[in-house]
């Protein structure tokens, strides 16, 4: 519920008084990027706009914002009507993506988001929608570290999508928040499931990062910050020997 202000006679007067029109006013969105990672590479949701503009082209979640809400409250509801997800996931506001000449309607000024999902979690959540207009994307990063720029994005084929408007730059801004953030936060575990094994979270980072890592070393590091415990369980259904499954000490 709204607080209640108490002003002047003078303010009131005022804002009376005050002509809207008197300013240019730009319409506000919100965009969200939806995030997992699968077998090493990162993922997220895309869907295809049915209209124009960018008729065809391939966008990130989104949604305009409403009089009445705020914009954690647009990203929630963009969130749960693309995505089917209403809780169990992390997300916070990323950057204010504000060019001119971004949108060729009319001005647009966009706050993106970003969310990070368990991948089984989100498989399962995009099998309950409509599959034809609607892409996990695999993303391939040109640049090396927190460089940043526009990304591309590839379907289950190889098949490069169109990304619609700057959404290839709202991307490559989400993944250069995780690499900035991967090493003195709890996000890799976000990722993952609430156990996992030492293979499955080296992927998870490998994914982030881009790059090939050194197994021992990363194990052994990570097995000495004390941000994980085994659980004294053994992954089930593989082909292989069963590996040792952990949970996260911090972030869950």
């Known amino acids: 519920m709204a607080k209640l202000i108490k002003r002047s ?21 919100v965009d969200v990027v939806v995030i997992t990672a699968i077998d090493g590479h990162l993922r997220a949701v895309l869907y295809r706009r049915p209209n124009a503009p960018e008729k065809g082209a391939w966008s990130l979640p989104g949604g305009f914002l409403r009089e009445d809400e705020t914009l954690h409250r647009t990203a929630e509801r963009v969130l749960e009507r693309r995505a089917g997800l209403s809780e169990g996931f992390f997300f916070e506001q990323l950057y204010t993506f504000g060019a001119p000449d971004r949108d060729p309607r009319t001005r647009v000024v966009t706050v993106a988001y970003y969310a990070l999902v368990e991948p089984g979690r989100l498989q399962e959540r995009l099998a309950e929608g409509e599959q034809a207009d609607v892409q996990l994307a695999t993303l391939t990063v040109p640049w090396l570290g927190e460089q ?77 910050s004390g941000e994980i415990e085994p659980t004294g369980k053994l992954e089930e259904g593989t082909d292989f020997r069963p590996a040792q499954l952990y949970r996260a000490v911090l972030g869950w």
Request: no cysteine; net charge positive.
């Open 9 to 29: 006679a003078e303010e009131e007067a005022f804002l009376a008084e005050y002509e809207v029109e008197a300013f240019e006013r730009s319409s506000v969105t």
């Open 148 to 224: 940043a720029g526009p990304i591309e994005a590839a379907d289950a084929k190889g098949k490069k999508l169109r990304l619609a408007f700057d959404h290839a730059g709202i991307l490559g801004m989400a993944v250069r928040r995780l690499r900035g953030k991967l090493m003195y936060t709890s996000i890799a575990y976000r990722l993952l499931p609430e156990t996992f094994t030492l293979r499955e979270l080296q992927q998870v980072h490998e994914a982030i990062l881009g790059e090939a890592l050194n197994k021992r070393s990363f194990r052994r590091r990570l097995l000495a």
